[in-house]
C-alpha cells in the first residue's frame, strides 16, 4: 500500500477537535504555522503548568486513518480532525515508528522527525 496524507487540519485555540484544512504549512523547529500546539516549548496546558519552559516534542499530530476505520467498525461517531490531529495518513504503521524516525510529507518534501515519549 502507498502511504498517503489523508487530512489537514489545525486549530488556532484549544479546543479538542480541529478544522480540517486544503493546506497546512510544516515549520521546522515549531511545527504547524498557526496551531495553537506550534512552538518551541510546550502547549499542553497539562505540561505548562508543570514546566512551560519544556521543549515541545509535540508539535504535529499524526493519526493513522486506520484508527477511525477501527472505531467506525466499532460504532463510533468519530470524523477526521475530531481528535485533535494535523495529519491523518493512511498506509503508515505511525505506532510502529522507532523513535527519532524522519518523515517526508507533502510535495515540498518538509521532514519532521518523530519523537515519541518514553
Known amino acids: 500500500m502507498t502511504a498517503i496524507v489523508k487530512t489537514l487540519s489545525l486549530s488556532r485555540d484549544h479546543t479538542f477537535s480541529k478544522t480540517l484544512r486544503d493546506k497546512i504549512r510544516l515549520v521546522v523547529g515549531l511545527g504547524v504555522e498557526g496551531d ?6 510546550v502547549k499542553h496546558r ?7 519552559t519544556q521543549p515541545n516534542l509535540r508539535q504535529v499530530h499524526l493519526i493513522h486513518s486506520e484508527l477511525f476505520t477501527e472505531l467506525w467498525a ?11 490531529e494535523n495529519i491523518t ?3 503508515i504503521d505511525l ?5 527519532d524516525t ?9 521532514s519532521s522527525s518523530v519523537s515519541r515519549a518514553s
Not at 36 to 41: A, E, I, Q, R, S
Not at 74 to 84: L, Y
Not at 95 to 99: A, C, D, M, N, S
Open 36 to 41: 495553537v500546539h506550534g512552538g518551541v516549548t
Open 46 to 52: 497539562s505540561r505548562v503548568a508543570r514546566d512551560p
Open 74 to 84: 466499532s460504532g463510533f461517531d468519530v470524523h477526521f480532525g475530531q481528535m485533535g
Open 89 to 91: 495518513t493512511e498506509g
Open 95 to 99: 505506532l510502529g515508528l522507532p523513535r
Open 102 to 110: 524522519r518523515l517526508s510529507i507533502g510535495t515540498q518534501m518538509a
